[in-house]
């Protein structure tokens, strides 16, 4: 039986914070973008933003919007179950899986963001715009396109077994991770729109 969003112990993490200012015919106003990640450690993490002239107002609304888009995300072991690279905006993020007692490997948002599902042990590359929000999203679409086993097999029509993969040590196989910030980037061969 799952607990309500209420009663389970979620960690904040501010992972960036920012000031804007907009100049006005009186003068500037100087707001604040938080932008944070929400997670339980154990499968479940959102990245949300929020947006006050107090820090922690903005925190707070950024913590609520995390909250309302948290995805579930299928583990094996202490790291996750494939390769997987996707791309938001100009930022592109590569996870790979790892051996147990690697770490994590992985800086600025994306570390805050796999740390916060609950990931011990994972290889990362961020490949495009060092823009944290956008690194962030990036990460959140590459953990929620992770499957399972299971998961294939049932979209298959197959049994499991019959992939050849070992099957033990995933949490929570049945779970079927909700669609991130959008669904992920087509990467092409290169060629097309090129003149």
């Known amino acids: 039986m ?59 609304k950024g913590a609520e919007r995390a909250r309302k888009q948290m995805i579930t995300v299928p583990l094996y072991k202490t790291t996750i179950p494939h390769e997987v690279q996707c791309r938001y905006s100009a930022a592109e993020v590569l996870l790979r899986p790892a051996a147990a007692g690697t770490g994590v490997i992985a800086g600025g948002a994306v570390r805050h963001v796999v740390e916060a599902a609950g990931i011990k042990d994972i290889l990362s590359k ?31 029509g197959r049994k499991p077994e019959e992939l050849g993969v070992p099957l033990e040590g995933y949490e929570r196989p049945e779970a079927q991770p909700a669609a991130g910030p959008e669904a992920p980037a087509q990467r092409g061969t290169g060629g097309e729109g090129r003149r």
């Open 2 to 60: 799952s607990l309500p969003m209420a009663e389970i112990e979620l960690e904040e993490r501010v992972a960036a914070l920012n000031p804007v200012s907009k100049v006005h015919r009186g003068g500037r106003t100087r707001r604040w973008v938080a932008l944070v990640v929400v997670g339980d450690k154990q499968g479940r993490v959102g990245v949300g933003l929020g947006k006050s002239a107090d820090v922690p107002d903005a925190i707070r």
């Open 126 to 156: 961020s490949l495009g715009s060092a823009n944290q929000v956008n690194v962030a999203k990036a990460t959140l679409m590459c953990l929620a396109s992770l499957q399972t086993p299971q998961a294939v097999a049932a979209r298959r």
